[in-house]
């Protein structure tokens, strides 16, 4: 049965409207475009959070805070996005989250205004909200695609950071220049940037993200096709177990490879600036970190969808051992190779996000996606905020080498259970 619109035009049926190529581009249209805009805030924090803080407290050992909280604000904000979403779809979560980001940024150019350390943690906080939105717009990318092309809607999606996240690293000196001409520290200058972003983004997905791809998927879902089976209680308990361990190894790739690459990345620009180096420097090496966690989704979509999210999650693990590697061997005033570092361990990121992605989608069911996404995602920003948090006082007693290597051989851990999980599938 049809539905009217707001015209009186009569409406496809919901698995209609959802099998429709176009409604699935214009969706991935408006994520791309918040995605691109949400990058450039993203990427303020990553690029002079630690350096804002280490300035302000004149502490090394305490530069890894800034990431650990607004990745635990990110731990938070994924919760309430999450149940938004769930409740109400995907669009007013995602909005709310992008605006929280907003104020979040504004807050943090308070704070190193007025030379708060409280309001500056405070606001990092808040700001985290921006983190947890970014990575949850890839699942409103997946709500509508089919099962062989989720890989690549996330992928799509988790893309179109890049502009914005090369982009942003790379104004960290000129929005420095802005902000120092306002009477504003230079470090506060990447939060201009991100504050006006993050609104924009907010914006786009208030106003553009219609229909709601979760809202939709659930209509169609609902919509009755043939005569559901009778109920097997064992079929049911043996799939709720291979539903729950699925759940647990995408959460546990995921969650190793941000550990990962939160704890060596939020280092780097420490390391570098403390072998003297500038903001321009730490910015592009950050840049290229940045592009390499997103610019290569397409193709590892592809490889998820042709290989298999096992193969590709085992290849995160392997790629984070190499960028450990390089990054422990790396001269500190060596731009070149600490940019290679950070490429491979961008890479070896976005390999552990596509598949662990991959594996969660594919593994629950519409009613409960989204709360079980949120749930992992939480798990992440813990893992990350972990990360960060740890990474400055690994340096601060042991060296950014030791950080390196150590996480590089922390990468290893997803091995084991993929390896059992592709053992499972083959029996």
């Known amino acids: 049965m049809k539905s009217e619109t707001r015209t009186g035009v009569a409406a496809p049926p919901p698995a209609e409207l959802a099998a429709d190529p176009a409604v699935q581009r214009h969706i991935l249209g408006v994520l791309v475009t918040s995605q691109i805009l949400s990058g450039a805030g993203l990427a303020a924090g990553i690029t002079v959070g630690a350096l804002l803080a280490q300035d302000m407290l004149g502490s090394t050992g305490l530069a890894g805070l800034p990431s650990a909280l607004f990745t635990a604000g990110s731990a938070l904000a994924a919760i309430v996005v999450s ?31 007025l030379d708060s350390p409280v309001l500056l943690f405070l606001a990092l906080f808040v700001y985290g909200a921006g983190t947890a939105t970014n990575l ?11 099962p062989g092309h989720r890989a690549r809607a996330i992928s799509t999606v988790l893309v179109a950071t890049t502009l914005g996240g090369v982009l942003g690293p790379n104004l960290a000196a000129p929005t420095g220049a802005l902000a120092h001409a306002v009477h504003l520290p230079r470090l506060a200058g990447p939060f201009l940037l991100a504050g006006l972003a993050y609104a924009a983004a907010a914006v786009v997905l208030a106003t553009r993200l219609h229909p709601d791809p979760l809202l ?26 291979r539903t729950r361990n699925r759940v647990l190894l995408g959460a546990q790739v995921m969650v190793v490879t941000q550990l990962v690459m939160v704890g060596v990345m939020t280092m780097t620009p420490v390391h570098m600036h403390d072998a003297g180096q500038g903001t321009a420097a730490s910015g592009l090496v950050i840049a290229l970190h940045v592009a390499a966690m997103y610019l290569p989704s397409p193709l590892t979509g592809r490889l998820v969808d042709r290989h298999g999210p096992l193969a590709v999650g085992a290849a995160a693990g392997l790629t984070l051992l190499a960028a450990g590697l390089l990054a422990a061997v790396a001269p500190a005033h060596s731009v070149p190779l600490l940019a290679l570092a950070l490429v491979l361990l961008g890479l070896g990121w976005n390999f552990g996000l596509v598949s662990g992605t991959a594996i969660l989608t594919d593994a629950v069911p519409l009613a409960t996606r989204a709360k079980t996404q949120g749930g992992v995602d939480v798990a992440i920003s813990i893992s990350g905020a972990t990360g960060g948090l740890a990474s400055g006082a690994v340096v601060d007693l042991a060296g950014y080498p030791v950080l390196a290597l150590g996480g590089g051989l922390l990468a290893l851990l997803v091995l084991p259970a993929l390896a059992t999980a592709a053992a499972r599938g083959r029996r």
Not at 89 to 95: H, I, K, Q, S, V
Not at 136 to 146: E, I
Not at 222 to 227: F, K, M, S
């Open 216 to 241: 939709l998927a659930r209509a169609a879902a609902a919509t009755p096709t043939e005569q559901a089976p009778a109920d097997d209680p064992a079929a049911d308990a043996a799939s709720t177990a």
């Open 136 to 146: 949850q717009a890839r699942y409103a990318g997946a709500d509508l695609a089919a």
């Open 83 to 113: 149940r938004i979403s769930a409740g109400r779809g995907r669009r007013p979560g995602l909005a709310l989250g992008y605006a929280t980001g907003a104020v979040g940024s504004v807050g943090v150019i308070a704070a190193a205004a």
